[in-house]
């Protein structure tokens, strides 16, 4: 190992060693605001170069300066491609507890521009202000058709404005329609992750199917052809 190789690794422990002693008093701290915890974009600086220093450290200089910083390059598109992945696709189960608690604010009598104000900060971004500038047109007495036509240009919130419309049309409650919304929901969450369990059950028998097929053909195949090659050219 080169030299240099222990004061490497001796910094990447040491830059691990403060990144927890931050969280655990961030964690101690919780309720004080003066004590902000780093954003995704420090935190993923702080992995990303903690794992080409460890890089760095296990290569050895000059060649684990290179490895190092391709490491942490790496570590850091991952990061992030993961971390974006997640954000673009909301949580379909919090979207379905979103739709559950509308559907309680209606079933309690609080009218429907408040109701849906009231919701919209847990629905991702785009949703929450289609909702917001579908409750101001209710609040100021604007048509259904009109007025839920913010909600229905956005795809996670366009379910809710066609049931909003047909009861506006119809008389039925719109509760009854987002507790139905959400048992889809979810529903289809359950779904989802059924599919990506069987996925992982076929992705998971793959390396074993690479592992044991070249011993099948070698211990259970091949004698048998060479046996009769033998014997075709006897």
Do not use: Y
Not at 50 to 79: D, E, Q, R
Not at 97 to 124: E, H, K, M
Request: charged share 15%; proline share 7%.
């Amino acid at each position: 190992m080169n030299p240099t190789s222990p004061l490497l690794l001796a910094a990447a422990i040491l830059l691990w060693s403060r990144a927890a002693v931050s969280r655990t008093r961030l964690a101690r701290l919780g309720g004080k605001r003066n004590h902000r915890r780093p954003g995704p974009k420090a935190q993923r600086l702080a992995l990303a170069a903690s794992t080409g220093v460890l890089t760095a450290a296990v290569v050895g200089l000059p060649a684990g300066a290179v490895a190092g910083a391709a490491t942490a390059a790496a570590t850091w598109w991952f990061i992030r491609r993961v971390t974006d992945k997640r954000q673009a696709k909301p949580d379909p189960l919090g979207l379905a507890a979103t739709w559950d608690l509308l559907a309680a604010c209606l079933r309690a009598g609080l009218p429907v521009p408040a109701a849906v104000t009231a919701i919209s900060d847990d629905l991702p971004d785009d949703a929450g202000r289609a909702l917001r500038a579908t409750a101001d047109l209710l609040a100021m007495g604007a048509d259904p058709v009109d007025a839920w036509a913010p909600a229905m240009a956005c795809p996670q919130t366009a379910a809710l404005a066609r049931g909003a419309r047909h009861t506006a049309r119809s008389g039925t409650a719109l509760a009854d329609v987002v507790a139905g919304i959400a048992a889809v929901v979810r529903d289809s969450a359950g779904d989802a992750a059924e599919a990506r369990a069987q996925r992982a059950g076929v992705l998971i028998a793959a390396p074993l199917g690479v592992c044991f097929l070249p011993a099948f053909i070698c211990l259970g195949i091949a004698p048998v052809v060479a046996g009769l090659a033998a014997q075709l050219a006897i």
